[in-house]
Nanobody, 126 residues
Framework: QVQLVESGGGLVQAGGSLRLSCAAS????????MGWFRQAPGKEREFVAA????????YYTDSVKGRFTISRVNAKNTVYLQMNSLKPEDTAVYYC???????????????????WGQGTQVTVSS
C-alpha cells in the first residue's frame, strides 16, 4: 500500500503564490507517475498537472499553463506544485495521486487504479 500526504495549502490573495507538496510513503516502487487534481464545491474533480517518473513527460490543464509548475524529487518520493499568479477560480481542494499505469498519465483516468492523498485546501481571495 502507498500513502500520499499533501501539504502547503492555505489562503492567498489573487496574484499570489503557493507551493504544494505531496510525499509518498509505504510500499513504493520506481517508475510511477504523479499528478495533481482539484475539486471545487459542487464540481467534478479535474486534472491539473502530472509528471512522469523521469520528469520527461509533463502535462497541464489549459487553465493553469504558464502559471503552475509541477516537479518531483524521486529520492524523497515527493512531487511539488508551484502555483503562481493565483486566481479565485483556482480555489479548490487539491489532491495528489500516483499511478503505475503506463498510459493516461495526463488524465484522471490514468489514476483510477492508483493511490490518492487526503487533499489540501487552497483558497484564493479577490
Amino acid at each position: 500500500q502507498v500513502q500520499l500526504v499533501e501539504s502547503g495549502g492555505g489562503l492567498v490573495q489573487a496574484g499570489g503564490s503557493l507551493r504544494l507538496s505531496c510525499a509518498a510513503s509505504g510500499r513504493t516502487f520506481s517508475n510511477y507517475a504523479m499528478g495533481w487534481f482539484r475539486q471545487a464545491p459542487g464540481k467534478e474533480r479535474e486534472f491539473v498537472a502530472a509528471i512522469s517518473w523521469t520528469g520527461g513527460n509533463i502535462y497541464y490543464t489549459d487553465s493553469v499553463k504558464g502559471r503552475f509548475t509541477i516537479s518531483r524529487v524521486n529520492a524523497k518520493n515527493t512531487v511539488y506544485l508551484q502555483m503562481n499568479s493565483l486566481k479565485p477560480e483556482d480555489t479548490a481542494v487539491y489532491y495528489c495521486a500516483a499511478t503505475f499505469s503506463r498510459y493516461g498519465v495526463g488524465s484522471v483516468q490514468g489514476y483510477d487504479n492508483g493511490y490518492w492523498g487526503q487533499g489540501t485546501q487552497v483558497t484564493v481571495s479577490s
